[in-house]
Every structure is written in C-alpha cells, then in structure tokens.
C-alpha cells in the first residue's frame, strides 16, 4: 500500500459522519461540501479495502472495520491533540528549554539579573546554564550541547572555523579597583591604564578573556607578570587585602563592593569590553533564548 496508510483529514470527516450520523452534517460541521465530504470517505475505504459505513434505522453508522478505524482514530485525534498542546505552551513559553553558557567573569553578576526577570516571566521553562572559559564554549555549541553562549571574545578565526556568528548585547567599561590606602584612591585625577605596572596588577590566570583585555588596555606582555588568580572575586579581596589594583568590569561592582576596596574609572577615553552572543552561524533562536536575549539588550537592567 504505497503513500500513507491514512489521512488525517479523511479520518476525521469519517468520525464526523459517525458522530453526527449524516454525511451532510459532518460536512456543514467540517465546513466543506457534501460531495468532498463523500468523496474524501471513498478515497478512505478504497485505501484500506473496506466499507466503512453503512446507512442504518437512525442513520450513518459504522461498519465493523468502521469501529476498528473509530477506535484508532480517537487516539490519534487525543495525540494530536495533546501534540498540539505542548507546542502551544512552546510558543507561549509555558514549557520548553534552553541551555546556555556564560564565561566566569559574568555568570556571577548577569546571571542573577538575567534569570530574575525571565524564570519571573517563564516559570515553566527549563534552564541548563553552564559556567566556562571561552574555548570550552566554542566547543559545546559547535558540538550542539548549548545553543548560545554569552561571552567578551572570540577570535573571527574560531568563528569561520566552527561555523559561528556573534550578536554584539552591550558594551560596559573596566574600572579600576584599588585599596582604600592606596595614594591613586582619592587623587583628583583620574588613572590612565598606562600608569599600571604589572607588579601592581592582580590579574586573572590565562585563557580570561579579561586577562588579555587587561594587558591590552595597560599596554602590557604577556611576560610582564604580577599576582594571578581564577576568580574576579579573589581578585578584589586580595585588592581589600592591600595586594596590588585590578581591572574590573562594572557588572562585578555593580550591586556590592569588598570593605577597603576603592573603585576608580580611568580617564577618558575609558576602556570597555564589549559582551556579545555567541550562536551558531545561520541558526535561529529557540523562543526561551531570544527572550533571554532580549533582556540582555535592555536597559533596565544596567543603571
């Protein structure tokens, strides 16, 4: 039997007529004319090699192949129903799912901002969120294991090498974190990242985008070498700790700042970073990561 085995079309005009017991009801109720309606059901029985229905003391009823098909049918009909459902609550963010990745230096201060407002608006979606440095999220979202990552560099050769594109979010400034006691705190000029020497510097442990940011705003080596440690916040406690400055970006001093730490912004023009999304080239968005994208754009957020 070549092509389908059935129609989904033909096998609800078919319960139609039984439930209604005319041709001519199923065929109002369907919004489609009698003889399509008629013509449809013989095309139905000729594929499956059987009568159907049969005119009976109270009209159409089905024959016993008919109650076999009616019995199948309702369940594909429940099916359908309940597919149609779940991509209903898709479409309105009633269910669904995204898994995404952030790089060290922001999950800690977007994330909260960022799944706040959405798991608020979406309580029923599903959230994978995965903290890593930047090689690591090329690597899942060329292998399909996130859809997008959110992050401050990639190199336009990893991008035509794994097939991906970037969306640039926002763009925030690095500011300068320093002890309380340090004579740059309360000076009346502002610092140049020029004035930094490694020696002073705590910086980040390499593969941090913001380590390479850092060194490229001060005008420095990859040799020249000061403190290091793997976490921002370690970082402005060893600061608090009268350790040396670092360079941080807004995000991590925008809600709370260690005891003793000053925060300084350099002298114009300011060094920023810049935050893009990072997705697989020509791919769209599922509906939950567009929205999480969409907040990421807006302001309301950043002040």
């Known amino acids: 039997m070549a092509g389908d085995f059935v129609d989904l079309k ?47 003391r109270r009209g159409v009823v089905p024959t016993d192949a008919g109650r076999i098909l009616l019995h199948h049918a309702e369940k594909l009909f429940a099916e359908e129903a309940k597919l149609r459902q779940q991509f209903d609550d898709r479409s309105e963010l009633r269910s669904g799912k995204v898994a995404f990745g952030l790089i060290p230096t922001l999950a ?29 999220l090329i690597r899942r979202i060329a292998d399909g294991e996130i859809e997008f990552a959110i992050l401050s560099d990639v190199t336009t050769e990893d991008q035509r090498r794994f097939g991906l594109q970037t969306k640039l979010l926002f763009e ?52 020249e070498q000061g403190l290091q440690c793997d976490q921002l916040e370690t970082a402005l406690a060893m600061v608090s700790a009268n350790l040396g400055m670092a360079v941080v970006p807004k995000l991590a001093i925008r809600n709370s700042m260690p005891d003793k730490v000053v925060v300084r912004s350099f002298k114009k023009p300011v060094p920023t970073r810049k935050i893009y999304l990072l997705k697989k080239k020509g791919a769209k968005l599922s509906k939950p990561a567009d929205q999480l994208a969409g907040i990421l754009v807006s302001d309301a957020w950043k002040s």
């Not at 003889?35 to 095309?43: F, G, H, K, R, T």
């Not at 959230?127 to 440095?133: D, L, S, T």
């Not at 000076?187 to 705590?202: N, T, V």
Request: some cysteine; hydrophobic content about 35%; overall charge negative.
């Open 108 to 136: 800690p201060y977007l994330l909260p901002l960022l799944l706040g407002e959405f798991r608020g608006r979406h309580p029923g979606i599903e959230i994978e969120v995965g903290e890593n440095r930047t090689p690591n």
């Open 172 to 223: 925030e400034p690095l500011l300068l974190a320093l002890p309380v006691r340090h004579e740059w705190a309360h000076r009346e000029k502002d610092p140049e990242p020029s004035e930094l020497k490694a020696q002073d510097l705590i910086q980040l442990s390499d593969g941090h985008c913001l380590r390479d940011q850092t060194l490229k705003a001060c005008q420095l080596n990859q040799s």
């Open 10 to 56: 033909q096998l609800r005009y078919f319960a139609e007529t039984v439930e209604t017991g005319t041709m001519s009801a199923a065929a109002k109720r369907c919004k489609v004319s009698q003889p399509a309606m008629s013509l449809a059901i013989n095309e139905l029985e000729k594929r499956l090699g059987e009568q159907l229905l049969m005119r009976g």
